[in-house]
């Protein structure tokens, strides 16, 4: 069973970057797919961004796209979200989730249902 557990959220001015880490053990168990998600107060967890393992080929939310970069260290278990020009909307919990599939189904892979494993989350906040 993967355990995922992020770092790196802080507090930023608008227009500032962060980059925040999700590190895996059991790293194989993870699946196919990891990827990022975010929950603001009050609002429904969104997908931010999600990475194929296997091919390396990348999702992004509209949102953030041409802002943020999703990478993986396979070599440290690592998954990253780089995140460049930041925005007060950007504000949220991040997760690092992983969805534990053996099979590469790119169906739906920023839905949350897709994901089986899912780490505490850490905060970001963007003033402005």
């Known amino acids: 069973q993967a355990q995922l557990m992020e770092s790196g959220g802080g507090s930023v001015q608008a227009g500032g970057s962060l980059r925040l880490s999700c590190a895996a053990s059991?790293?194989?168990?993870?699946?196919?797919?990891m990827g990022w998600f975010r929950q603001a107060p009050g609002k429904e967890r969104e997908g931010v961004a999600a990475?194929?393992?296997?091919?390396?080929?990348?999702t992004y939310a509209n949102s953030v796209k041409g802002r943020f970069t999703i990478s993986q260290d396979n070599a440290n278990n690592i998954l990253y979200l780089q995140m460049n020009n930041l925005e007060p909307e950007d504000t949220a919990m991040y997760y690092c989730a992983a969805d534990g599939q053996p099979v590469c189904s790119g169906a739906s892979v920023l839905t949350t249902s897709r994901y089986k494993y899912w780490g505490r989350g850490t905060q970001v906040t963007v003033s402005s």
């Open positions: 059991q790293y194989r168990a993870t699946g196919c797919y």
């Open positions: 990475l194929n393992r296997i091919t390396t080929y990348t």
